[in-house]
């Protein structure tokens, strides 16, 4: 039998601890919750991606009757930011969850099995790791890399063999 052990190293800031570029994307991210549209669920989310222009691209989750068809925040954002501006690289994700009574997540809003797979990819047409911001309570956990969340992800070499 062979055995492989996966860990995950994360990093837990206080607010004061994040850099000019790591807040500008946090408060974005937390803007971005007002957007949501949540009346199933009445969970908020809100994500935002810095790209490597200095642009800031903001989604929110998107519900619908006809479930499964809304989409979850940060494929929003990811999506709108690869739509708008092609050749830009995504260099930081935030993704923040908020209650309908405006109380931010006790734990982690980390992203669903779908929304890593399109970080990956997302990292895969960058050529580098995204940084992966998650706020919460207990402080804002840094993340350098969805694979350290996604450690068996689809592949694009895989897929095009």
């Known amino acids: 039998m062979k055995t492989i ?4 190293k994360i990093r837990i800031l206080d607010e004061s601890e994040l850099t000019l570029d790591q807040k500008n994307v946090v408060d974005a991210a937390k803007l971005a919750t007002s957007r949501s549209y949540s009346p199933y669920s009445h969970y908020k989310v809100g994500a935002a991606c810095l790209l490597d222009n200095g642009e800031i691209i903001t989604g929110s989750n998107q519900e619908n009757a006809a479930y499964p068809s809304g989409l ?3 494929r929003t954002a990811v999506f709108y930011a690869q739509s708008r501006y092609p050749e830009a690289r995504i260099l930081k994700l935030c993704i923040i969850g ?16 779908a ?32 694979s350290t969340l996604l450690p068996f992800g689809f592949s694009y070499d895989e897929v095009t063999e």
């Not at 052990?5 to 995950?8: R, S």
């Not at 890593?116 to 992966?132: C, D, K, M, S, T």
């Open 5 to 8: 052990e996966i860990a995950a």
């Open 72 to 74: 979850c925040a940060e």
């Open 98 to 113: 908020k209650t309908a009574s405006d109380i931010y997540s006790k734990g982690v809003c980390a992203p669903c099995g």
């Open 115 to 146: 929304c890593r797979q399109v970080i990956l990819e997302a990292e895969y047409r960058n050529g580098a790791p995204i940084e992966i911001l998650l706020p919460s309570q207990q402080g804002i956990y840094v993340i350098n890399g969805i």
